[in-house]
């Protein structure tokens, strides 16, 4: 027991020194995947209404992930180190207001099943579970025969 190494803390992905925001990038580009298939398997087979929908809230969604990851980035640069950073609300609350606007409009003028603009903005937990799948897949088959 003695001669064991102590190496709970490492991650089996986090060697072979990967960029820190390989992880985000691979969710952004899962994003565009499932948007990109969702869009392409409702067309021939779904009314033109769940397609648009499904690409509305895939667009809104990649838009709302790209604007969530420059604000957060903006508060933690601008903090200075050590100090507390400050977010204000507005920032946060404005883009489910243009979000929700973008949706409504698009529903009022009857481009979009509201169904399938949802479906759409569930893009994120598509790509979330594949990268989760392919964590898993990495931490398997690259763990250390003890």
Not at 2 to 19: F, L, Q, R, Y
Not at 81 to 99: E, T
Not at 104 to 119: G, I, M, N, Q
Not at 131 to 143: M, T, W
């Amino acid at each position: 027991m003695s001669e064991m190494v102590d190496d709970a803390g490492a991650s089996p992905t986090a060697g072979a020194g990967e960029d820190p925001s390989a992880m985000e990038r691979r969710i952004f580009r899962g994003m565009c995947w499932a948007v990109a298939l969702a869009v392409l398997i409702s067309a021939p087979f779904a009314p033109w209404r769940v397609t648009t929908g499904l690409l509305l809230g895939g667009v809104l969604a990649l838009l709302n992930h790209h604007w969530l990851r420059t604000s957060v980035a903006a508060v933690f640069g601008a903090a200075p180190a050590g100090a507390r950073p400050k977010m204000r609300a507005a920032r946060y609350v404005l883009r489910y207001v243009v979000i929700a606007a973008v949706v409504a409009v698009a529903y009022r003028l009857d481009l979009v099943s509201l169904a399938a603009t949802l479906a759409g903005m569930c893009a994120f937990v598509a790509a979330a579970l594949v990268e989760g799948f392919r964590q898993l897949y990495s931490a398997i088959a690259h763990r250390e025969e003890t």
